[in-house]
Every structure is written in structure tokens, then in C-alpha cells.
């Protein structure tokens, strides 16, 4: 976690496209930007050739619905936790109940599946 605006999404970038060059499956789900603002950036950053899967979704259930449908990546980064939401809890995007349940899903997920799990958050 950190202040908005001082590097976390362009470095959880930076990694996953150095793991994508070498092979392993990498996803990016970003739930602030839309998933051709994050191709720009990768542009800029001169990652084109890295093969990184990007998503842009709130949806707890639909991320996992999809990352349950295909082969577990290596690492998954999510971008930022606080945007996600689960129709579980009866709460607004970013609440302590919101965030917690959505990282505590995402865990399960990433041990179940043997996945390098990446949640950025913002320090606000």
C-alpha cells in the first residue's frame, strides 16, 4: 500500500511483465483503470512484448468465476482491493468489511491454486 500516485501500479506492472517474459502466466486486474489506459502504460514502460493478461473488474464473483474457469497463473495482481465489491456484504466499495472480504476470498484463491498474489491498496 501507498499514497495515490507514488509508483505501486507501475511497479506491480513492471513485475509482472518481467515474470511474463519468462513464461509464467501473469494477470492484472485493475479495478481504477480501464484495461487500455493500463496497455498504454505498459507502452510507455516499454513492456509490449510482455505477454501480461489484463481485466478491468469490480466484481469479486466475476474475478474468480473467470480465474476459476482457466489455468491458475503464476501471479495475480489486483489493482486496487479497495475498488472491489462483494454482493455478499451489504456494504459500499473500500469499506473494512468490503476489503476484507474480497482479500480474504482472493487468499483462498491464491492458496487453493498455488497463485503469488499481489493486492495493492491505497493509504488514504
Do not use: F, N
Not at 465489491?85 to 498455488?114: C, H, N
Amino acid at each position: 500500500g501507498g499514497d495515490p500516485g507514488i509508483g505501486k501500479s507501475t511497479l506491480v506492472l513492471q513485475l509482472l511483465a518481467s515474470l511474463a517474459k519468462r513464461h509464467q502466466r501473469a494477470i492484472y486486474v485493475s479495478g481504477e483503470e480501464g484495461v487500455e489506459q493500463v496497455r498504454m502504460r505498459g507502452l510507455r514502460l516499454g513492456l509490449s512484448e510482455a505477454p501480461v493478461e489484463l481485466a478491468a473488474e469490480t466484481s469479486l464473483r466475476d474475478i474468480l468465476a473467470t480465474l476459476e474457469a482457466g489455468p491458475a497463473p503464476a501471479i495475480l495482481a489486483i489493482d486496487s482491493v479497495q475498488t472491489l465489491w462483494s454482493d455478499l456484504i451489504e456494504a459500499a466499495p473500500g469499506t473494512v468489511s468490503q476489503v476484507r472480504a474480497a482479500a480474504l476470498d482472493l487468499i483462498r484463491y491464491a492458496k487453493r491454486r498455488g497463485v503469488c498474489l499481489i493486492l495493492v491498496g491505497h493509504v488514504t
